[in-house]
């Protein structure tokens, strides 16, 4: 046995990194004493230095600072390389290392073995005939006929496979080309004639095959996706990514669908210190079932001007109304549609109290109610707090109000809502009384044919309202079921008084009924926007209990009840015809939360009015989720019949779930069923089985959508998605669907990645 060193030091062997205190160097004799070091690392040299060569063998011969040669079990070491072989002749002068016989050559991280090699240590190139190679840190291996190293970080592989697949014997899916160009340093590898093959069947083939060779981002290829469904029969789309820069991408997507025709897509990011934004496109030139051209926009961009100022425009238009379901694309299959686009541009102004908001805003509308356009709006709040105990502000608004509905009432309305309140707060309890004004004045253009009779065109609106806010907090330690809690009582009160001015002659331009619920009863007014205020006199009393750990400060239950009582029934209503009872506010509300063990979680609510004498709202919510991977939903909602609701109730329950069914194999399901009219909404039933190098999704899906305010349709579609990790690593669609459509889903666990290039080295 020989061993030759030049001057220096020969690290030990080492296998699989270590992390944490068994990766630092261990003391063997003493604090001045040697130290062994666990495994390989790197220190930088030393200007001028040159890295230390060892070499052992069972025979060896040379001349000094001249050549060396190496006969069996021949190894030639330095610090980022290790040559192998039966017999290795190396060159001083040349740094040319020359090696024969079951050749394994090794450096920053890859590994090359073949007959022979030949390999410039210093400059970090070569080739080797006839090579088997494994990159440690991207998990890719493969052979070829040759492999040209042409420095630290690039190689060309001639007549080579590629694949991160860990059965070499019979892997997955390869990558088979007549040269790969594989460059470590930009994480990409390029293959030229290149056929990709899974299970054996050759399913693209492209005269340049671009894909990465880890997480990070680069342009190429991403997992196809496909369908079957009653609307676009087979419906197959190719995104390619591009990775312009750090800050700007874009997805160009080519998609065909059997039933329509050919279609384009391209979504555009960027990201700058001043603009943010997205834009996307999606265009299907003569659909075969529409007979016409059909496409989407989406401009979505926000612009820090600075000083406070800010802009942003916010566009959408699409050519009808079920564009969004027949030819939606993005992360998540659509599963139903909208008939109301909004158009939108602004300018923002942001400093201390003030903030401003100047914009115009326009529908695109597939329904028979279009809202009202703001051409233009200017909006300007002032807010200041605890000044001397007071807080106080002011919000002044004014607006254009047009629509291109026939004979429809039009004008321009400002809007002035001062307030001002006096918080008494100490530990445990708090008062707060506030007083605030509404001031509406009207000018109107045009006045419609619904509009009440004896409509003034100019007129004003004056609506004082008065509110006390009082509440307290108690709190005590108990002991429930074994568990120590915090428990807290939280009484409350929230007085309102507001009296009763005619509002008939005011527009709707934008003000709707709120809502009868938990975030509503503690509110002043039981409208949304600025054209009607109801009056009202009521008081709500509510009472908050909660059970608190102690050592984390969880929220593990909570239990709320609440009594809305009105003094005198309310006379404003959002029309003329309307019924008061339908404003009524006197009612119910009882709700829970609570989790169990750390893996069970449910909710419910009811809402009962006693003005209807009738419960309104009810829900219930159930979660169960024991591990990663296993989780099971149950959801039901109830709400009664209203106008608004075209006099049909709500009556619907929604279950959902992930569950193992076998090794690597997962169940993922959602039912959303209307027990009224007994049919189904939606449904999807899916399988995903995800193995060490590739995963596939399929699912069943029913979807309903809208093609006008008055009209539903539905469909069905068979999904469809393949992943073939190491040719791309992002999902793009029907595992973002699963996640969308069951709560709590957990994606396919990723990969463990190398923790340096020293790992596995010999």
Known sequence: MFLFTAPGLWPACAGAQLTGDAAGPQQLDGPWGLRLAPQIGEEALRPGDRPAVAAIANQATGTEDTDLSLKGAAELRRYDSVTTGASIHYDVDSDLVDGYGDVHLTRNGESFA????????????????????????????????????????RSVLLDGTYSTCQCTSRPAWYVKASRLDIDNGSNEAVAHNGVLFFQDLPILASPWLSFPLSDARLSGLLPPTMSIGSTNGVDLALPYYFNIAPNYDLTVTPRIMTKRG??????????????????????????????????????NDHWNLGSGFGAYVNYNRVSDSAVETDLGAGTVFPTSSTTLYQQEAGLTYGDGPWSVLARVEHWQSFSSSLPYNREPQVNVQYNRYNIGGFDFGAEADASRFTTSTADATQGNRFVFNPWIDYAIVHPGWYVTPKLQWHFASYDLTSIGSDAPSGQPKVFNVNVPTFTLDSGMTFERSVRLFGQSYIQTLEPRLYYVYTP????????????????????????????????????????????????????????????????????????????????????????LILGASYKIAGNVAAEQAVQYSEANDALTHAVAGFSWKPAPGKVLNFAYRYTRATATLDDEPVNQFVVSSQWPLAHNISGVGRVNYDMRSHHLIAGLAGLQYDAQCWSVALALEKYTYETSSSTLATGT?????????????????????????????TSPAADTAPLSRFSDYP
């Open 717 to 745: 579609r068979v999904l469809m998605q393949l992943q073939l990790k190491g040719v791309s690593k992002i999902d793009n669609g029907l595992l973002e669907q699963f996640k969308a459509d069951v709560p709590g889903y």
């Open 500 to 587: 009763y001015r005619n509002q008939l002659f005011a527009p709707v331009f934008d003000t709707a009924e709120a809502d009868f619920g938990l975030a509503e009863i503690y509110t002043p007014n039981s409208f949304v926007g600025n054209d009607r205020i109801a009056d009202a006199n009521r008081l709500t009393a509510g009472l908050t209990t909660r059970f608190i750990d102690p050592a984390s400060g969880d929220e593990r239950a909570r239990f709320v009840i609440a009594q809305q009582y009105e003094f005198r029934t309310p006379r404003v209503t959002l029309v003329d015809d309307e019924s008061i009872a339908d404003v009524a506010r006197t009612g």
């Open 114 to 153: 073949g007959p022979e090699a030949h390999f410039r240590i210093d400059a970090n190139e070569g080739y080797m005939s006839v090579p088997k190679y494994r990159f440690v840190m991207t998990g890719g291996w493969g052979s070829a006929q040759r492999a040209d190293l042409l420095d630290a970080e």
């Open 262 to 299: 050919e279609a384009l897509s391209a979504d555009y990011r960027f990201l700058t210190p001043s603009n943010t934004g997205e834009i996307a496109l999606t265009y299907l030139p003569n659909d075969a079932i529409a007979k016409t051209n059909r496409y989407s926009i989406t401009v």
